[in-house]
T-cell receptor, first 116, second 108 residues
Framework: EPEVTQTPSHQVTQMGQEVILRCVPI?????FYWYRQILGQKVEFLVS????????KSEIFDDQFSVERPDGSNFTLKIRSTKLEDSAMYFC??????????????FGAGTRLSVL | DAKTTQPTSMDCAEGRAANLPCNHS???????VYWYRQIHSQGPQYIIH???NNETNEMASLIITEDRKSSTLILPHATLRDTAVYYC?????????FGAGTTVTVRA
């Protein structure tokens, strides 16, 4: 069964460093998403991406964050200068469609980001 | 997106049906009800969704009241592997707005 793949599974970085989290969405999917979950808290939406542009973003997704689809298979989340509060599990998701009737999102296993 | 309200936790006996309620009294006419679950900090997993008709798939059944103000997710024969946090989400656009969900513990 096709799945969303995320790498690395765990990333440790120093405060102020840039990190790039990588995702390979399911191959025929057109909509891509990033969510995060701080330990013990709820899953929070960050951004959705379609047709090479951001379709929606949350207040969390400020200028420190950016997303890119550098080629036909990868979808990346970059955090420019990490802060301690960026420590969280980051989930990538993809869906075939974005319309509410068929917006079934498939999630990856996540990347645990630890900022020291 | 409409707010949903779910019980914080519930227990279920293995092999029995688990009925998970969700209140969404402010849901608008074009919002769908989606259910996802998250097993121990893994990525959320889609279960089922519907607008106003009852739905069934290989994982679960979804019963939506006629006024659409509440719904119930039914796991027909709960197993230990169904222990997870279950989220009921009203969806109107691209994003999924997760709440705290219901922590379901299936006991042997």
């Amino acid at each position: 069964e096709p799945e969303v793949t995320q790498t690395p599974s765990h990333q440790v970085t120093q405060m102020g460093q840039e990190v790039i989290l990588r995702c390979v969405p399911i191959s025929n999917h057109l909509y891509f998403y990033w969510y995060r979950q701080i330990l013990g808290q709820k899953v929070e939406f960050l951004v959705s991406f379609y047709n090479n542009e951001i379709s929606e973003k949350s207040e969390i997704f400020d200028d420190q964050f950016s997303v890119e689809r550098p080629d036909g298979s990868n979808f990346t989340l970059k955090i420019r200068s990490t802060k301690l509060e960026d420590s969280a599990m980051y989930f990538c998701a993809s869906s075939v469609q974005g319309r509410r009737a068929k917006n079934i999102q498939y999630f990856g296993a996540g990347t645990r980001l630890s900022v020291l | 997106d409409a707010k949903t309200t779910q019980p914080t936790s519930m227990d279920c006996a293995e092999g029995r049906a688990a009925n998970l309620p969700c209140n969404h009294s402010t849901i608008s006419g074009n919002e769908y009800v989606y259910w996802y679950r998250q097993i121990h900090s893994q990525g959320p997993q889609y279960i089922i969704h519907g607008l106003k008709n009852n739905e069934t798939n290989e994982m679960a059944s979804l019963i939506i009241t006629e006024d659409r103000k509440s719904s119930t997710l039914i796991l027909p024969h709960a197993t230990l592997r169904d222990t997870a946090v279950y989220y009921c989400i009203a969806v109107n656009d691209y994003k999924l707005s997760f709440g705290a969900g219901t922590t379901v513990t299936v006991r042997a």
